[in-house]
């Protein structure tokens, strides 16, 4: 069993940065693949970035590539995601996941453990 309890979110203007944090519970924290996802209002829940195990391979969705960059520190049993240059359209609850074993690491279906989601707001 992983809990998983994200921080960071919060309100920021057009162009500016934030950091997500993402604490697991847990001693078998490297083990997992780690990815985080958000949802807007309206819309279906979208993959934005994923790290495999360490030393962890990365991915990104397309419209974050270049902006955002996701890290995990696995002695702090702690997965990051920093969002610079941010949009109005990056606005979203933004969850953390954790996947034991994976096929697809862009799927949200195949990931196990879920936060409660951190909101963040980008005004224009």
């Known amino acids: 069993q992983v809990q998983l309890v994200e921080s960071g979110g919060g309100l920021v203007q057009a162009g500016g940065s934030l950091r997500l944090s993402c604490a697991a519970s847990g001693r078998t924290f490297s083990r997992y693949v780690m990815g985080w996802f958000r949802q807007a209002p309206g819309k279906e829940r979208e993959f934005v970035a994923a790290i495999s195990r360490n030393p962890g391979s990365i991915y990104y969705a397309d419209s974050v590539k270049g902006r955002f960059t996701i890290s995990r520190d696995n002695a702090q049993n702690t997965v990051y995601l920093q969002m610079n240059s941010l949009k109005s359209e990056d606005t979203a609850v933004y969850y953390c996941?954790?996947?034991?074993?994976?096929?697809?690491?862009?799927?949200?279906?195949?990931?196990?453990?879920w936060g409660q989601g951190t909101q963040v707001t980008v005004s224009s």
């Open positions: 996941a954790a996947a034991y074993t994976i096929m697809a690491i862009t799927t949200g279906a195949e990931y196990d453990y």
